[in-house]
C-alpha cells in the first residue's frame, strides 16, 4: 500500500510537471505575478479546520496541499492521502480548499500549499490546536470545620494547552491571594495546573459557596467552575429580647432567648439570681420563652439564659426592674347643694425638726435644692384646698342657718304668769300664739 500511495503521489508531480514545461514557453511572463495566499489557523480539539489556500492570478495552474510531514494531502480536486477526517471543500484555478475534522493535538503544526509554476512558489499556514481543561476538582475540605480553623483548599485541572488560568472566588467576591502551579503533561503538549487557597474560617463562613473557575481561550467565554460549600460548626450566641422596655407591676411580661449556634444549641435554661426560677407556677418556661404572668416587686433580679451545643456553651443576662404602675389623677369640680351638707376636712401637717446649721453647710454647694427639702408646691397646694374647703363649708352652714331659723315663747307670754299651775299656763299659751310673732328671739 506504501509504494502504491508513492506512485499515485510521483505521478501527480510528474504529471504537473509536465504541464507547466509544455505551457512554461508561453507563461513564463504572466507566471511572475502568481502567488499561493494562506491564514494560519486555530481550531480547538476535536473541532474541524479549514485550510484556504488563493491565487489571484493563476493560468491553469495546479495547487496542491501538504502536511508537517510534507505528505500531499490534495493535488488539485485529486485526494492523495487516505484519512477520512480529510475532505475537499472546494476546488478551481483560483483556489483549493480543504477541511480536517476531529482535529487532535498531533494534527498541530505547518501546512503548505504550492502553486506548480516554475519555479514552484509555496505559502505556509500553521495550524494552532488548543487542549480543553479537563473539569476542574477541588480538595482538602473535610466537614465539619471548627470555626478558627485553618482552612486549605486546592482546585486542579489537566489537558489545556497553553496553560489555563484558575481564578478563586467567595461570595461572589474574587481572592487573590492564592498559589499557582503549572506542570507539563505527560505528552508534552499540555499542562495540569493547580491552585491553593489559605484562610481561617469563623461563624459567617457557614454555608459560604467557594468557587474556583478555570479561564481558557478554548472555553468560548464559558469557563468550568467546581464549587464547594463550606460547613463550620461554632459555639452558640446568646441575646434576650424582652417584649416591652418599660414592665410594670401587674402586667405580663415574655423574656425571648434568642440563641444561634451550629450544631443547633440544646434547650436553652432560665435561671434567676444563679438559682432556679422562684415561682413556677407564675413563671412558665415554653421553648426559649420565659413568661411571668404578672409581675411584682419580687421579680426584680437578674436572669440568666444558657444555650449549650456539642462545641461549647454560651449566655446571656437580663435585669429586670419592676416598675410601679403610673396612676393618671383627673381634676375634681365640687358642686355645692341646696340641701344640707356637713364637710369635715382633716390636714395633718407634720413639721419636721429644724436641722441645726452645721448640718447645712456641710452640704454639697453643687446639689439641687429640690432633691433634699420638702416639696413646696405639693404643700401650697395641700394649704390651697383647705381654705376652699373650709370657706365652702362656712358658705354652705350660712345658708342653711338662714333657711331654718328657730323660734320660742318666754314666760312672758300672755296669760302665763296669771295662771295658777303648769298646765294651765300652757293652755294659755296656745291661746296667745295669734300674737306671738311680736315676741320672737333670734339666734344665731
Not at 54 to 72: C, E, G, I, K, M
Request: charge should be negative; proline fraction near 6%.
Amino acid at each position: 500500500m506504501i509504494w502504491k500511495r508513492s506512485a499515485v503521489l510521483r505521478f501527480y508531480s510528474v504529471c504537473g510537471l509536465l504541464l507547466q514545461a509544455a505551457a512554461s514557453k508561453n507563461k513564463v511572463k504572466g507566471s511572475q505575478g502568481q502567488f499561493p495566499l494562506t491564514q494560519n489557523v486555530t481550531v480547538v480539539e476535536g473541532g474541524t479546520a479549514i485550510l484556504t489556500c488563493r491565487v489571484d492570478q493563476n493560468d491553469n495552474t495546479s495547487l496542491q496541499w501538504s502536511n508537517p510531514a510534507q505528505q500531499t494531502l490534495y493535488f488539485d480536486d485529486k485526494k492523495a492521502l487516505r484519512d477520512n477526517r480529510i475532505e475537499l471543500v472546494r476546488a478551481s484555478w483560483h483556489e483549493l480548499s480543504i477541511s480536517v475534522s476531529d482535529v487532535s493535538l498531533s494534527d498541530e503544526g505547518q501546512y503548505t500549499c504550492s502553486l506548480f509554476t516554475m519555479p514552484v512558489k509555496t505559502s505556509k499556514a500553521y495550524l494552532t490546536v488548543l487542549g480543553v481543561p479537563e473539569k476542574p476538582q477541588i480538595s482538602g475540605f473535610s466537614s465539619p470545620v471548627m470555626e478558627g480553623d485553618l482552612m486549605q483548599l486546592t482546585c486542579k485541572t489537566s489537558g489545556s494547552k497553553p496553560a489555563a488560568d484558575i481564578r478563586w472566588f467567595k461570595n461572589d467576591k474574587e481572592i487573590k491571594d492564592v498559589k499557582y502551579l503549572k506542570e507539563e503533561d505527560a505528552n508534552r503538549k499540555t499542562f495540569t495546573v493547580s491552585s491553593t487557597l489559605d484562610f481561617r474560617v469563623d461563624r459567617s463562613d457557614d454555608g459560604v459557596a467557594v468557587i474556583c473557575r478555570v479561564d481558557h481561550e478554548s472555553l468560548n467565554a464559558t469557563p468550568q467552575v467546581a464549587m464547594q460549600v463550606l460547613e463550620i460548626h461554632y459555639t452558640p450566641s446568646v441575646k434576650i429580647i424582652p417584649s416591652t422596655p418599660f414592665p410594670q407591676e401587674g402586667q405580663p411580661l415574655i423574656l425571648t432567648c434568642e440563641s444561634k449556634g451550629k450544631p443547633l444549641p440544646e434547650p436553652v435554661l432560665w435561671t434567676k439570681d444563679g438559682g432556679e426560677l422562684p415561682d413556677p407556677d407564675r413563671m412558665v418556661v415554653s421553648g426559649r420563652e420565659l413568661n411571668i404572668l404578672f409581675l411584682n416587686k419580687t421579680d426584680n433580679g437578674t436572669y440568666r439564659c444558657e444555650a449549650t451545643n456539642t462545641i461549647g456553651q454560651s449566655s446571656a443576662e437580663y435585669v429586670l426592674i419592676v416598675h410601679d404602675v403610673s396612676i393618671t389623677l383627673l381634676p375634681t369640680t365640687i358642686i355645692p347643694s341646696l340641701t344640707t351638707a356637713t364637710v369635715t376636712a382633716t390636714v395633718a401637717i407634720t413639721a419636721s425638726p429644724t436641722t441645726p446649721a452645721t448640718t447645712n453647710s456641710r452640704r454639697d454647694p453643687n446639689a439641687l435644692a429640690g432633691q433634699t427639702g420638702p416639696d413646696h408646691a405639693l404643700i401650697g397646694g395641700i394649704v390651697a384646698v383647705v381654705v376652699f374647703v373650709t370657706l365652702c363649708s362656712i358658705f354652705l352652714l350660712g345658708r342653711y342657718l338662714a333657711r331654718h331659723k328657730g323660734t320660742y315663747l318666754t314666760n312672758e307670754a300672755k296669760g302665763a304668769e296669771d295662771a295658777p299651775d303648769a298646765d294651765t299656763a300652757i293652755i294659755n299659751a296656745e291661746g296667745s300664739q295669734v300674737n306671738a310673732e311680736e315676741k320672737k328671739e333670734y339666734f344665731i
